[in-house]
């Protein structure tokens, strides 16, 4: 499994705007390390610090928090396809693909991703709390 060390993304222009690296915190939480600007744009701003708590509506913040932690114990990588609301309530229809990075020991310390936002919102609950999940892939590292 590669580490943060092992990648650079300015060897992946087209991932700039939308990459994300995630650290985790002293307090198991993962947070945002590096964000392209195009996804700190659509998510509210800068974000470095800060966790899926601070960025989402509550339920989809603990289903992502849940989805980052299965990547990191699982050693996965995880494909998905959502439409939910930010934290100020904004809509987004987005599309993630997220690796785990090898820690300086066995723990997956950190996380990479890159996210593309597509069109309008469809019709949803999502006013209601509501996550639309439309699809999520799971892959272990090692079967890559």
Sequence with gaps: MPTFQDLDPLDMPWALN???VLRRRD???FAYQVVGEGMATRLGGR????????VFEDSYAEWTEARWQKAATE???????TQ???AAGVPLNAERLMFPLQGESDRVDSLIGVTEFSGRVSQLRLGDGQVDFLEIIWTPVDQL
């Design 75 to 81: 050693r996965s990588a995880c494909f998905v396809h």
């Design 84 to 86: 939910h609301l930010t």
């Design 47 to 54: 974000l470095k610090g800060k966790t899926a708590f601070d």
């Design 18 to 20: 939308s990459i994300f």
């Design 27 to 29: 307090d198991g939480l």
